[in-house]
């Protein structure tokens, strides 16, 4: 195992890294660091928990300190919170040179984040279309000289979704610099790097001779259930599970603002203390409800995908799909919070009959099937008509907010960006809110007739 002291890094951040218990390296910090101090660009892709982000912040932080001045180097990351902590482990490194770095994502106040950017920081971590809003509505600060461009989830940034606000921003970089890539689930994004650098790049792939893309101490595992009785099924998950493992933070996955926030007034309501992050709410809240479940003040945390990406947090012990994500890799990036840097962990997802394709699609990608994690029918036939009120408690509550009028006013705002006239907008909106039925929900003996027949097709 290599030695930070072998890989041609200055004393101060090898005694840096000593200091916060760091003193071998990961290989994709072995391979990259010594490419990006030779000046190669570099991708690098390795699975979740590998240490990508020191493999590209140590090199630059050396590179900093032989030619101090800001703006040095650009990152670049599709979450807030993502972003935060990236911010961060700079920091903590960089303390040694009195690192100037700012975040600038969405959600917080763009007046503050002109000033920091107006003087100048060394390190830039930013999501894109905050970023481009600051290109094209300031000019007090210049991006013409940095010397690192950082693209950090590279395949989520350059899968399309980002294109825009990607364009403003590479116009305003100089055609002279290093530019980094990294991921997890970097393989199917590689023909699009052309557009970040003509250079040849250094690639790094993690060995790998099971051809599994988790971590083999991730112990992957499903349920089948019904799914209008899938809450049912994760109060017991969670019960089954906290019956053999005592200690240990739990996050849980779902498909929706709505959703999450649903399942969040429905667990806190049933004593399951959580938080919930997803993009409805307010960043400061965002960053108050990661800050409680990192410190572990509170156990379960509820998330949409705005989590599913490089948080690092070493107390998760399982993670639960609460739905299967549509694309596959998704499910990657998800379960790889838990079993990081060697740590073991597991991975439990809720799948209904309409579910197995995606199932199948999944363990195709990760070259592995998923074992089934037992719960108790039984106990699920007992809680289910509690938490069924439960939850109509809690969206009536919802209903009674301006969670939905958020939404909207979300909806529109994203809209109108993408170019369309703003009375379109309204009209297409308000169209859409008349013409929307309402779902039919099931009834008790309905859901007890579905848990009978799913135990019969187990018994068979």
């Known amino acids: 195992m290599a030695m930070f002291t072998d890989l041609n890094l200055n004393s101060w951040i ?41 493999a590209f912040a140590l090199p630059i932080l050396q590179k900093l300190s032989e030619d101090p001045y800001g703006i040095f180097a650009l990152v670049l990351t599709p979450t807030r919170e993502l972003a935060f902590q990236i911010s961060d482990q700079f920091a903590a490194i960089g303390k040694a040179i009195n ?12 007046v503050v984040q002109g000033q920091e950017l107006a003087k100048h920081p060394h390190i830039v971590v930013a999501t894109p279309g905050r970023l481009a809003d600051h290109l094209e509505s300031c000019n007090t600060f210049s991006l013409k000289r940095i010397k690192f461009l950082v693209i950090d989830e590279a395949d989520r940034l350059l899968g399309g979704d980002f294109d825009k606000q990607l364009s403003i921003i590479f116009q305003a970089l100089p055609k002279e610099k290093q530019s980094l890539l990294f991921s997890a689930t970097i393989t199917d994004a590689l023909e699009r790097v052309q557009q970040v650098s003509s250079r040849e790049f250094f690639i790094y792939q993690s060995e790998d001779d099971t051809g599994i893309a988790t971590v083999k101490e991730l112990d992957q595992r499903y349920v089948l259930c019904p799914k209008d009785i899938r809450d049912a099924y994760l109060v017991e998950v969670i019960r089954t599970f906290r019956a053999e493992n005592g200690v240990g933070s739990i996050m849980i996955f779902t498909d929706t603002c709505k959703h999450c926030q649903l399942l969040s007034m429905t667990l806190n309501e049933l004593g399951f203390d959580n938080v919930a992050l997803h993009g409805m709410i307010k960043q400061k809240e965002r960053l108050a409800a990661l800050t409680k479940f990192k410190s572990n003040q509170v156990k379960i945390l509820i998330a949409t995908d705005v989590a599913a990406r490089g948080l690092d947090i070493p107390i998760v012990t399982l993670v639960v799909n609460h739905n299967i994500p549509n694309v596959p890799k998704e499910y990657i990036h998800r379960v790889g919070r838990t079993a990081r840097a060697g740590r073991g962990g597991m991975a439990i997802s809720l799948v209904t009959p309409h579910d197995i394709k995606l199932l199948h699609a999944i363990e195709e990608i990760i070259g592995t099937k998923l074992k089934e994690f037992k719960v108790n029918d039984k106990e699920i036939v007992t809680i289910f008509t509690q938490i069924s009120v439960t939850k109509r408690e809690a969206e009536i509550i919802l209903d009674e907010t301006d969670f939905y009028e958020k939404k909207m006013i979300n909806k529109r705002k994203k809209l109108i960006m993408e170019g369309m006239d703003p009375e379109e907008v309204d009209e297409f909106l308000n169209e859409r809110k008349k013409h929307k039925k309402p779902k039919k929900k099931k009834t008790d003996q309905k859901i007890k007739e579905e848990i009978t027949l799913k135990k019969t097709i187990d018994s068979d």
């Open 99 to 110: 690192l100037r770095k700012s975040t600038i994502v969405g959600g917080m106040d763009m």
């Open 14 to 54: 090898v005694n840096q890294l000593k200091a916060v218990g760091l003193k071998n390296a990961k290989p994709i910090q072995k391979n990259c660091i010594p490419a990006i101090l030779e000046g190669k660009d570099v991708i690098g892709c390795a699975k979740t928990g590998s240490g990508k982000t020191l």
